[in-house]
Every structure is written in structure tokens, then in C-alpha cells.
Antibody, heavy 119, light 106 residues
Framework: EVQLVESGGGLVQPGGSLRLSCAAS????????MNWVRQAPGKGLEWVSY????????YYADSVKGRFTISRDNAKNSLYLQMNSLRAEDTAVYYC????????????WGQGTLVTVSS | DIQMTQSPSSLSASVGDRVTITCRAS??????LNWYQQKPGKAPKLLIY???SLQSGVPSRFSGSGSGTDFTLTISSLQPEDFATYYC????????FGPGTKVDIK
């Protein structure tokens, strides 16, 4: 069974940093592209970042470029999101999501981890 | 950047109704369009990928159509478990989601 489990969320002050993790199981993690998607309270879905299966190709949304860094450790079946210079508008539930094998759709999602940026 | 719009933003329907949700892209995205269902407090679930392909395990009452800039998600006979928010997402370029359509009980 495919599972994605996020961790690392919490309360952080504006300007602070946080590192999210996503532990993957039930599939060959090193073969799949991965993403982070977030959802602010009561709002819609916003794609944050993408990383290719090898980690050689990375993309970011303009809203986080220069502040967030996506990475992965295929030996540990883990995906990460390092978030620096956090702002109130980064408050959201952060999901890791797997790219489907054929389509571009995100076929498996974690349960999400809440990041709250507030003083 | 490609912009995605959805209509309506919300709708009220009854069990058994046929429901159609529309998604429009600001430029052609071929068939690189996916649909998700999200229930409160839960992660989104992929329903339809590549505009019209049903994701494994998704009931056949869900269907998708369209190409280019205009797409639709249809629920042929609304069931109680279908009350949720639905999002389209383009995968032609960096992923962009539509604003969502909330389907609630009439």
C-alpha cells in the first residue's frame, strides 16, 4: 500500500525556519517525481515545488522561490522541504504528493502537516 | 502563467442529480487536465487524469471530457459521499489548480 506521511509542521515566528519531511513507503520511491502542495486555512490548493525522481530537476512556485528548498533522499525514501524566511502567508497545511506514472496527475497524497507562522 | 477558472464556485444538488462542473484554462493545455475531490480535513483525491481517464478505484459515475481550454467533470448520479469540493489542475506546465467548486446538499 502506498503511504506518504508528512512531519515537521508546527508554530514558527515570522522570519523563522522549518523543515518538513515526507516518509514514503509501498512503492519504489526513487522512480517517482514528487511535489509539495499547500492549502491555507479555508482556501484552495497551491502547488509549491516539484522534484524529479533523481533530484536533478527542481521547480518552485514564484511565491516561495528563494526561500524554500526541496530535496530528497532516495536511500531513505524521504522527501523534504526546507522553509526559510517564513511569512504569515505561508501558514497552511502542507501535503507531499506523488506524480502519477503516466499522466501528470498527483495520484497519492499524504495526510498533510500544518505550518503556522505567527508571532 | 496559465490561469485556471472553474464554474460554478458552488452548487447545491440532491442525491441522484446529474452534476456538471466546468474548468477553463487561459491557454490551450491539450489534455493535460486533472480533477480532484477533497472532503473537509482530508487530502485531495485524484479522480480523473489526462482530461478523461478514470483513476483506478474511482466510481464510474465520475467522468471527464474536453481538450484545449475547456473541460468538464460530470457526476452522473450524485451520491451522499460525493458532497465535497472539486478542483481541476493543469499539468501542461508547472501545476496550477483551479479555485474549486463546492458541492453541497440541496
Amino acid at each position: 500500500e502506498v503511504q506518504l506521511v508528512e512531519s515537521g509542521g508546527g508554530l514558527v515566528q515570522p522570519g523563522g525556519s522549518l523543515r518538513l519531511s515526507c516518509a514514503a513507503s509501498g512503492f519504489t520511491f526513487s522512480s517517482y517525481e514528487m511535489n509539495w502542495v499547500r492549502q491555507a486555512p479555508g482556501k484552495g490548493l497551491e502547488w509549491v515545488s516539484y522534484i524529479s525522481s533523481s533530484g536533478s530537476t527542481i521547480y518552485y512556485a514564484d511565491s516561495v522561490k528563494g526561500r524554500f528548498t526541496i530535496s530528497r533522499d532516495n536511500a531513505k525514501n524521504s522527501l523534504y522541504l526546507q522553509m526559510n524566511s517564513l511569512r504569515a502567508e505561508d501558514t497552511a497545511v502542507y501535503y507531499c504528493a506523488r506524480d502519477g506514472p503516466t499522466s501528470g496527475g498527483l495520484d497519492y497524497w499524504g495526510q498533510g502537516t500544518l505550518v503556522t507562522v505567527s508571532s | 502563467d496559465i490561469q485556471m477558472t472553474q464554474s460554478p464556485s458552488s452548487l447545491s444538488a440532491s442525491v441522484g442529480d446529474r452534476v456538471t462542473i466546468t474548468c477553463r484554462a487561459s491557454q490551450s493545455i491539450s489534455s493535460y487536465l486533472n480533477w480532484y475531490q477533497q472532503k473537509p480535513g482530508k487530502a485531495p483525491k485524484l479522480l480523473i487524469y489526462a482530461a478523461s481517464s478514470l483513476q483506478s478505484g474511482v466510481p464510474s459515475r465520475f467522468s471527464g471530457s474536453g481538450s484545449g481550454t475547456d473541460f468538464t467533470l460530470t457526476i452522473s448520479s450524485l451520491q451522499p459521499e460525493d458532497f465535497a469540493t472539486y478542483y481541476c489542475q493543469q499539468s501542461y506546465s508547472r501545476p496550477i489548480f483551479g479555485p474549486g467548486t463546492k458541492v453541497d446538499i440541496k
